[in-house]
């Protein structure tokens, strides 16, 4: 059965990838102090590594067995973030709270 509180290793990757993103797009310094964050980074940024974190790690080693490996493949070149969308504007509307990006 699934545990909502197990650490899933896309998340970590996911998360550095995005404030790798953000901190070069932005500028911002302290996302970047520290050896896990610089570790975690140059994990994310050699490809074959990346890819062998992601097909092997439970989620994608799940997919694989249900067949879904070429759809692993697929997912794992689309693993680098180009663009982060920047929000604009926060609203409410009937108690919701979201955003508005571009």
């Known amino acids: 059965s699934w545990d909502e509180t197990m650490y899933v290793i896309e998340d970590w990757l996911t998360g550095i990838l ?3 993103n953000l901190s070069t797009k932005f500028g911002f310094v302290d996302i970047s102090e520290g050896d896990f964050y610089s ?3 140059e994990i994310t940024e050699d490809e074959y590594v990346l890819s062998h974190l992601l097909k092997n790690s439970p989620n994608g080693e799940a997919l694989v067995e249900l067949g879904f490996a070429d759809d692993v493949d ?3 070149k689309l693993s680098k973030i180009n663009d982060v969308p920047e929000i604009k504007e926060f609203r409410e ?3 919701i ?3 508005v990006i571009s």
């Open 18 to 20: 995005i404030a790798s």
């Open 39 to 41: 570790k975690t980074k």
């Open 74 to 76: 697929f997912a794992i």
């Open 93 to 95: 509307m009937n108690g």
């Open 97 to 99: 709270s979201f955003c």
